[in-house]
């Protein structure tokens, strides 16, 4: 995995690398997903794990109705996106974009974790 390489730093290169990945799955577009996704992207929750792009692709599925409700936010400091209910947020991913591919999404659900994170929408 190309994750332990150094983070693009620009946010503007970021954040066009994420909206492509939202666009992509709000459509369903497989392909679009898988220009965007490093071949070993990381996806990652507080209790699983899935490797590969193949394999996080496999649940585009479920990101398309995410998507559609995803707002554009910087999740404790990295790009990111997050789902709303009630007011507050109910899940946060955190993307780690190198070389304009994502190599990991970080995906937080746990409500107390959730609190203690700094989220700022787009």
């Keep these: 995995m190309r994750g332990a390489e150094e983070a693009d730093t620009d946010r503007a290169r ?3 690398v994420v909206d492509a990945f939202l666009a992509a799955a709000r459509e369903g577009d497989l392909d679009g997903l898988l220009d965007v996704l490093d071949p070993d992207v990381m996806a990652r929750g507080e209790a699983w794990v899935t490797a590969g792009a193949s394999a996080v692709t496999a649940g ?3 990101y398309a ?3 559609r409700v995803a707002r554009a936010a910087v999740v404790d400091g990295a ?3 997050v789902v ?3 007011g507050r947020v109910e899940r946060a991913l955190s993307f780690t974009v190198v070389h304009d591919r ?3 999404i970080d995906i937080a659900t ?3 974790r959730l ?3 700094d989220v700022e929408l787009l």
């Design 102 to 104: 994502i190599v990991v």
């Design 115 to 117: 609190a203690a994170m």
């Design 65 to 67: 109705h995410l998507a």
């Design 79 to 81: 790009t990111g996106l």
């Design 60 to 62: 585009a599925s479920g």
């Design 84 to 86: 709303l209910a009630d």
């Design 110 to 112: 746990d409500p107390d």
């Design 14 to 16: 970021q954040r066009a």
